[in-house]
């Protein structure tokens, strides 16, 4: 099984900063790309921005210009830089993966694998 772990939220002021980050642990045999999505209560999730093993990276744009997203050198942990922050940023944040995975000793590979949240609130 895979487990994506996100951390970073929290609550910050408009035009402020927080950094998400997210790690993938389990038996990943390979990671073709990470991203983010957010998903406010009663609408879709939606796309913030997802960036490849090779990386190219793909920005909503709503966010273009002020999140950046990076990945380390492991290719299992992504982070999400969020700058000048906006009230219309508030809601959970989800991270994702598209991946192969070994189980039982067969491949699986999956675009469905996703963290538990993590809660970003823009307020004064």
């Known amino acids: 099984q895979v487990q994506l772990v996100e951390s970073g939220g929290g609550l910050v002021h408009p035009g402020g900063s927080l950094t998400l980050s997210c790690t993938a642990s389990g038996r990943i045999i390979t990671i073709s790309a990470m991203g983010w999505y957010r998903q406010a209560p009663g609408d879709r999730r939606e796309l913030v921005a997802t960036?490849?093993?090779?990386?190219?990276?793909n920005y909503a744009d709503s966010v273009k210009g002020r999140f950046t997203i990076s990945r380390d050198n492991t290719g299992k942990t992504v982070y999400l830089q969020m700058n000048n922050l906006k009230p219309e940023d508030t809601t959970v944040y989800y991270c994702n993966a598209d991946l192969v995975y070994s189980e039982g000793g067969t491949f699986v590979a999956t675009k469905d694998s996703w963290g538990q949240g993590t809660q970003v609130t823009v307020s004064s």
């Open positions: 960036i490849t093993s090779g990386g190219d990276t």
